[in-house]
């Protein structure tokens, strides 16, 4: 190695300005050197971190390998296989984790550490001993100056002793300072050179300790493993590619035979046709949401049947969300917001409504017929779709006439006659005492049937306008009676959800067939037809009226008098199906009999009961009020007598006062009393007993 330029000691007490020249050299080579090591240890810096990172990460991925057993994944199932080939992965790469741990440890203390001492201590020394030199050099130009500027006219001792004084200290800390000075600068020449090649040595060193622990550890055994693992790897790529060819073939197959269901429109009936028989259903469907009083909006949602209930889930949602339960609801087709295949589902209770869309008609009667099934519970029984297309075939057969029945009473009447029907319920046998009955005495021939209501609103606005403006009173725009506030003040008051199947005209309003009758008429009539949709209203049962009220508006669509309610009964078998039979008089002599069909959430029986104590509750009211009426006349006629009696009295009264003041007239004007005394009487006293007299005449004449 050449040899090292050094500072002069020996001249720092002379400090010539070839000194000083000297001085600034070692000072710029002082500074490129700061300059350059502070880069050096920055790009050391960065691979000890990144050897930490490095340690850390490898450390990290061998926990996370170790930790495979204890996921759960949704997809992932008891793959003991892989589970074991990671652990033996974990395995290795714990092991070089700690070959980098060992690395880590080693550059920290070979090549980290050599050159932050050489940064923070002898840079930092050469730095600090310069400002020092610095200091005492210009404290000891100051001396000097002083100094030599002492007067030489006006010598004084005291002054000349404290300046030599002066130069004395000043120059000492220079000289002492200066050569501690060159001193660090010298050595500075060789730490230099050691602070940079100790780094690079150690660092080299540490790699080679790695390099060696790696080879250890990686014997041919875990050469074999990684071998084995590699073919593995190959056969699952095969396979891959295998599975991958299999999807693509059967996304063609599915494009080519699913392009008749990308439209929304109905498909053709003869290629898939309506399935009744379904007890679980899931798809796309509208949900009508309200986001006001009078404004909704439609959510696209998909929609499924878990038992009985019908469940709802968004795209973005892991579970689905109860919507309502479907055990005894009831669900009909409906037009709302003018939307198109529109259906209501009502709860058992009927608090809760929804109203449901969806794509075509198809969609929307396989709708209607799994919530059907479900909500008589079918889905309970072991072979669901069997007992549901047996349930529906029974139904159907229920709501078809008879042929044998219709032609047994078709060959007992005239054949003039009109079309027969059968006289018996849904679902029952005719009794003995109506088979020998014809249809006719039921229910008329060609009768026709109302399946929705009419609400005479329209009709009666004009007769109410008309009234109201006669009275000057405000009418109702709603179309309402006046009959809200005699509604109100009824002791019964109960409302049920029903829905409106039909209406016919019967013949006969006695007959305890009659509404079994007509509800297998207005039922065959639905199904011949296809008839789905059903009117939803609220019954009111009063003591005064049966009120059908719509439930949006709470509008009264019909008003039936309680006094025109004949009878009402529900059907036998089917407890949800209720009728009753109005009696309607149209002029003095003619009235007519028709029958209304309800179905309803609740039992059926529970509304005709509840029709008959209003009527009970009516008639006893009206026995009260005749009661009441009939007392009150008494009464009336009581206190009529006691009037008379009054009256009489009070005439006796007055005829024994007019007799005595007819009695004093008659005296003679002058005639002494008993008692020696005269009575005089004064004109006014005679006028008025003359009044008198006159008041008496006319009350006796009256008498």
């Not at 072979?383 to 042929?403: D, G, Y």
């Not at 008051?493 to 008429?521: C, D, K, N, W």
């Not at 009529?640 to 007055?654: R, Y």
């Not at 020696?676 to 008498?703: H, T």
């Amino acid at each position: 190695m050449p040899g090292i330029e050094k500072l002069p000691i020996e001249e720092t007490l002379e400090d010539s300005p070839q000194t000083r020249s000297l001085l600034g050299v070692f000072e710029e080579d002082t500074a490129a050197m700061s300059n350059y090591c502070t880069q050096l240890y920055q790009a050391m810096q960065r691979i000890y971190d990144a050897q930490n990172e490095l340690s850390a990460a490898t450390h990290l991925t061998s926990r996370l390998l170790k930790e495979y057993d204890k996921q759960r994944f949704p997809l992932g199932g008891d793959d003991e296989v892989m589970s074991s080939t990671l652990q033996q992965f974990a395995e290795v790469i714990d092991e070089l984790s700690s070959c980098h741990a060992v690395l880590s440890t080693q550059l920290a203390d070979a090549m980290m550490f050599p050159i932050t001492q050489f940064k923070e201590r002898d840079l930092k020394e050469i730095l600090t001993l310069k400002e020092v030199f610095q200091i005492s050099s210009d404290d000891h130009d100051v001396a000097i100056n002083r100094y030599s500027r002492l007067s030489k006219k006006r010598d004084n001792d005291k002054l000349r002793a404290e300046a030599v004084e002066d130069v004395y200290t000043s120059r000492k800390k220079q000289h002492q300072t200066m050569m501690h000075y060159f001193c660090s600068l010298n050595t500075l020449q060789y730490k230099k050179k050691t602070a940079l090649l100790e780094p690079l040595l150690g660092y080299m060193q540490a790699q080679i300790s790695f390099f060696k622990l790696g080879s250890e550890n990686l014997t041919q055994q875990w050469e074999d493993f990684l071998g084995t693992i590699g073919t593995s790897v190959q056969n699952v790529r095969r396979e891959m590619e295998k599975e991958v060819g299999q999807m693509q073939e059967t996304i063609q197959e599915m494009e080519t035979s699913c392009d008749q269901l990308y439209a929304p429109c109905d498909p053709d009936p003869a290629h898939s046709p309506v399935c009744r028989n379904l007890t679980r259903k899931q798809g796309y469907l509208y949900i009508r949401n309200k986001t006001g009083l009078v404004s909704s909006s439609w959510e696209r949602q998909y929609f499924f049947t878990q038992g009985g209930n019908l469940m709802q889930q968004g795209r973005s949602e892991v579970a689905g969300g109860l919507v309502t339960d479907l055990d005894n609801s009831s669900v009909m087709a409906v037009d709302c917001d003018d939307r198109r295949f529109c259906f209501q589902v009502t709860s058992f209770d009927g608090k809760k409504l929804v109203w449901l869309q969806s794509e075509s008609r198809k969609e929307c009667e396989e709708w209607i017929s799994t919530i059907n099934n479900i909500s008589k519970r079918i889905y309970l029984s072991e072979n669901a779709e069997e007992l549901a297309a047996r349930v529906n075939q029974s139904a159907l057969e229920a709501v078809t006439p008879s042929p044998s029945f219709q032609q047994r009473h078709e060959s007992m009447r005239p054949s003039s006659k009109g079309r027969a029907s059968s006289i018996s319920s849904v679902g029952s046998e005719p009794s003995p005492a109506l088979s020998v009955l014809s249809l006719d005495a039921l229910v008329a021939p060609d009768t026709p049937i109302q399946f929705d209501i009419i609400s005479p609103v329209s009709e009666e606005n004009s007769g109410q306008s008309k009234t109201a403006a006669q009275s000057g009173r405000r009418s109702n725009p709603f179309g309402e009676s006046g009959t809200s506030e005699d509604s109100e003040d009824s002791i019964l008051h109960q409302l049920f959800i029903v829905r409106f199947l039909g209406s016919m005209e019967v013949r006969t309003a006695e007959s305890a067939e009659v509404i079994p009758e007509t509800m297998r008429q207005i039922l065959a009539a639905r199904a011949i037809h296809n008839i789905f949709r059903m009117t939803e209203s609220h019954l009111l049962v009063t003591c005064d009226c049966l009120k059908l009220i719509d439930p949006q508006t709470q509008v009264t669509r019909l008003r039936f008098p309680l006094t025109s309610v004949v009878q009402c009964s529900s059907h036998q078998d089917n407890k949800r199906l209720f009728g009753f039979i109005l009696q309607t008089a149209d002029g003095p002599a003619d009235s007519r009999a028709v029958g209304y069909i309800f179905e309803s959430n609740n039992d059926g029986e529970k509304i005709c009961d509840s029709v008959g104590l209003a009527k009970q509750i009516a008639f006893h009211s009206e026995m009260d009020r005749k009661a009441v009426e009939k007392r009150k006349e008494h009464d009336k006629a009581k206190e009529k007598q006691q009037e008379e009696l009054s009256k009489q009295k009070q005439i006796e009264k007055d005829l024994e006062e007019q007799s005595r003041l007819i009695a004093a007239s008659s005296r003679p004007p002058n005639q002494p009393a008993a008692d020696g005394q005269f009575l005089v009487l004064s004109n006014s006293q005679s006028e008025d007993s003359d009044a008198g007299e006159e008041g008496k005449k006319k009350g006796e004449s009256e008498a």
